[in-house]
């Protein structure tokens, strides 16, 4: 006779997604030598943490669901990973199933409320959609391709910290940059001009993701219930003005096509066929990114009291 053996199982945020769930399925076994369970398992649904259950039959046939929009799962970056584990009954004993939640880096994005510039003056992100002009840094009046938006319920917590949106409090990079306070997602990056940036990379002006630039002063993290992000795609990369703040649109690599779910991905996909096999297909960024151990000096470069001192020798300057 045999004993049950442990299962297990996994799913990765945003992918796959169905009716709003992950989902994932196996058949947990006895073994090593007598593995005939079938009506030998207790049937029953078990709840999980993260809106999530495990359903198996008297066969030991299972699914396991988990809520895509849980907090938790959604502030999962690449390489992180959270498990759980349910305990199953049988009639030789009990055994679990070991399921593993896998992230994904969320794509940059607006927050709703955001002022872009256009031919017609500053518009609300929400109100934009393909076919509307934007005015970006680079190439003038550019058509939007895609919109995109999605809403996140976040508890305001340390778990859900990585998905909080970042404030830029008005002037934090200097006067009138930006014009008002701004909120953007953590990956989203913004285009920074200092005397320090050309001898860090050889470049006069970069783009730096906003969570590397918290300083816990001007720019700060915004523990908020829930939070609404807003997606602009174009043509090519391009840098918005936004409340007077350069910022990106959505650059649809790798990374940032992996942090949607199925169905707003095929629906850039559409647009861009090239990307489902060539992800570079779509070009540079606007400008070299920074990588993070230059975001380090940077950020030091925008406290309020460095500001104050660059100000100071200008004026004497």
Known sequence: MGFPLTDSGDVTEDVGVVGGFLTASGDIDFGPLFNDDAGLWTAETIS??????????????????????????????????????????????????????????????????????????????????????????????????????????????????PLQPIRLRKDCFGPGVPDRDLLLSPMHRVLLRDPIIPLLTGTDEVLCAVRHLVNGQTIVREAV???????????????????????????????????????TRNEVLTLFPDLRSLPESYGHTARRVVKKHEAVLLQREYTPAQLFLKKLLHRVA
């Open 48 to 161: 999980g943490a993260y809106g999530s259950q495990l359903v198996i039959d008297a066969d030991g046939v299972w699914t396991y669901t988990a809520d895509n929009a849980d907090a938790t799962i959604q502030a999962l970056d690449t390489g992180d990973s959270i498990t759980e584990v349910f305990t199953v009954t049988s009639t030789r004993g009990t055994s679990t199933i070991t399921i593993t939640i896998n992230g994904t880096d969320e794509p940059p994005c607006f927050v709703s409320g955001t002022l872009v510039d256009t031919p017609h003056g500053p518009r609300p992100i929400e109100d934009l959609r393909a076919g509307d002009a934007v005015l970006t840094r680079d190439n003038g009046v550019q058509v939007i391709r895609w919109t995109g938006a999605r809403h996140i319920a976040l508890g305001g917590d340390t778990e859900t910290e």
């Open 225 to 263: 219930g829930d939070v609404r992000y807003h997606h602009l795609l174009f043509d090519d990369h391009q840098v918005l003005s936004t409340s007077g703040c350069g910022s990106e649109s959505f650059y649809p690599g790798r990374v940032g096509l992996e942090g949607f779910a199925d169905e």
